[in-house]
C-alpha cells in the first residue's frame, strides 16, 4: 500500500516547472547575452557570479585543527587502546 506522495499518473509540477524555466533560459540565451553586453562591468561581474552558482559547485570549508590538539587525540586513543589489551 502506498502511503503519501503523488498519486500514480498525476502530473509532476516541480518537473514541468524546471523544465519551463530550462526551455525559457534555452531560448533566450542571444538575448540575455545581449543584455548582459550592455551592462557596466560593475554590473557584469556581478550577473556573472550569481550566474556561476547555477553550474559550478560550492566549496565547503574545511575546519583545521590545531595539530596539538590532533596530537592529544592520538594520545588519547593510544592510552585507552592499551588500557584495553590489559584487560
Known amino acids: ?3 503519501g506522495g503523488r498519486e500514480k499518473g498525476t502530473r ?8 519551463f524555466f530550462r526551455d525559457f533560459v534555452i531560448d533566450n540565451q542571444e538575448e540575455f547575452k545581449k543584455a ?3 551592462l ?3 554590473d557584469k561581474c556581478a550577473v ?7 553550474v559550478v559547485p560550492k566549496v565547503s570549508s574545511i575546519k583545521f585543527e590545531d595539530a596539538k590538539n590532533t596530537n592529544s ?8 587502546a592499551s588500557y584495553k589489551q590489559k584487560k
Open 48 to 54: 556573472y557570479l550569481k550566474a556561476s552558482e547555477f
Open 1 to 3: 500500500m502506498k502511503m
Open 36 to 38: 548582459f553586453l550592455k
Open 73 to 80: 587525540a592520538i594520545e588519547l586513543l593510544k592510552v585507552a
Open 40 to 42: 557596466k562591468d560593475k
Open 12 to 19: 509532476n509540477k516541480n518537473t514541468e516547472i524546471k523544465n
